[in-house]
């Protein structure tokens, strides 16, 4: 048997608080919330795991549950540090190290706040490259992505505003999501549907992006089990197969980046596709990763969904949004449903739920919310735009 499909995911859950909570919230209790939520989700016993795959906290994890992993990946290249852990865990049941992987994550980013910075886990920190790039004007995430925003005006004469409908049609996917910061004004009091000028129009942040093309800043703990076959297939969830996944970077200080308006999805997705036997237009629904606009926008040309430059059209001509062709971001993306800081795990657990038949409940999503889809492509990035893990999942 090959690598492809040698693993599944068989459950995928989150904290019972996301977003925005009252009381500040510990990194490792939006951990341990969710894990338990999956073990009871599919009726797997934390004691049956035996790989544990987090970004940087798997040795602690593993204490707070009392377990002691035969696998331990502790892999933390930013918010696609998830889809590269499902990888790993696919590589290690087919080599036959374990059988049942966890792959889990918390983030504080709210109430870190609040904590006075306890509590939450705070990945890099200031590198001696930022001495080199805040110099010529990178100095944060906005920053850096403003700037892939102007190179992409620049070479394909495109403008802050066709990446407006991106943000526009993530909310309309928001609004069929109850969970969803951006819900609506019950939810938010600047949640609901938005308008291109709405976009245009908000406060700026790092011209030329707005407050509107930039992701929320939130609390989530999400968790996933991959299992092998024997045992997927024996479980009372539905599994949802691991075909093809890649991983690649091209950089870490973006001033070595060759080029801001490609990123290395091109060759983690070509991987991906390959392991699969697939290829873009086999994808039926599609989980990009939307730090800010131009992030997904980039992603779709990268991964093969859109021509070099036209990324954009797939949510300015509708084809992204609710009852279009290919289903982006169904969950309201990082830009309204939830983005803690490294957003890969709410990609991952939103994929499984469409695959798996479970995304419109009346908690995790209302009419409208279930594609059709049976193929997904998953794509998170990390850094700034500079590290990238591609899944292919399919539907059993």
Not at 1 to 30: C, F, H, N, R, W
Not at 90 to 119: C, E, F, P, Y
Not at 325 to 342: D, E, V, W
């Given at each position: ?31 341990m919330e969710s894990i338990k939520a999956v073990s009871d989700q599919t009726g797997i016993p934390i004691s049956d795991i035996d790989g544990v795959f987090s970004a940087g906290m798997s040795s602690e994890i593993a204490e707070h549950l009392g377990i002691h ?160 076959p024997e045992i997927a297939r024996s479980l009372k969830t539905n599994p949802v197969w691991i075909a093809g996944a890649g991983e690649c970077m091209s950089h870490q200080n973006m001033l070595e980046m060759g080029d801001f ?136």
């Open positions: 048997m090959g690598i492809s499909k040698a693993a599944a995911i068989v459950g995928a859950a989150e904290s019972i608080e996301i977003g925005y909570p009252e009381d500040p919230k510990t990194a490792i209790q939006l951990h992993p035969r696998y331990i990946d502790t892999t933390q290249v930013g918010g696609c540090s998830f889809e590269m852990h499902v990888h790993h865990a696919l590589a290690a049941i087919h080599a036959g190290i374990i059988d049942i992987a966890l792959v889990t994550h918390g983030q504080n980013g709210w109430s870190q706040r609040r904590l006075k910075g306890g509590g939450g886990f705070r990945p890099g920190g200031n590198s001696p490259g930022m001495q080199m790039t805040s110099a010529y004007g990178l100095s944060g995430a906005p920053s850096n992505y403003s700037h892939a925003m102007t190179a992409h005006n620049h070479r394909f004469g495109t403008t802050p505003e066709d990446f407006a409908h991106i943000a526009v049609v993530t909310r309309e996917w928001a609004t069929l999501n109850p969970r969803a910061v951006m819900h609506s004004k019950e939810t938010h009091e600047f949640g609901g549907p938005i308008t291109i000028e709405d976009v245009q129009n908000a406060r700026m942040i790092s011209w030329p992006l707005t407050l509107l093309h930039c992701c929320l800043v939130t609390d989530h703990g999400g968790s996933v089990i991959v299992a092998r308006t490609a990123t290395s999805a091109h060759k983690s997705s070509q991987i991906a596709y390959e392991m699969a036997g697939m290829g873009p237009a086999d994808m039926e629904l599609a989980l990009l990763y939307d730090s800010f606009t131009i992030t997904a926008g980039i992603t779709a040309e990268m991964v093969g969904l859109a021509p070099r430059g036209e990324g954009y059209k797939l949510w300015k001509d509708g084809h992204a949004a609710p009852g279009g062709r290919l289903p982006i971001n169904t969950n309201g993306g990082g830009l309204s449903f939830n983005h803690s800081g490294m957003y890969g795990m709410q990609l991952l657990i939103e994929a499984y739920r469409q695959l798996s038949g479970t995304a419109e409940d009346g908690i995790n999503g209302i009419a409208g919310k279930q594609t059709n889809a049976r193929t997904c492509i998953v794509n998170g990035t990390g850094g700034s735009l500079s590290t990238t893990g591609t899944l292919i999942l399919t539907s059993d």
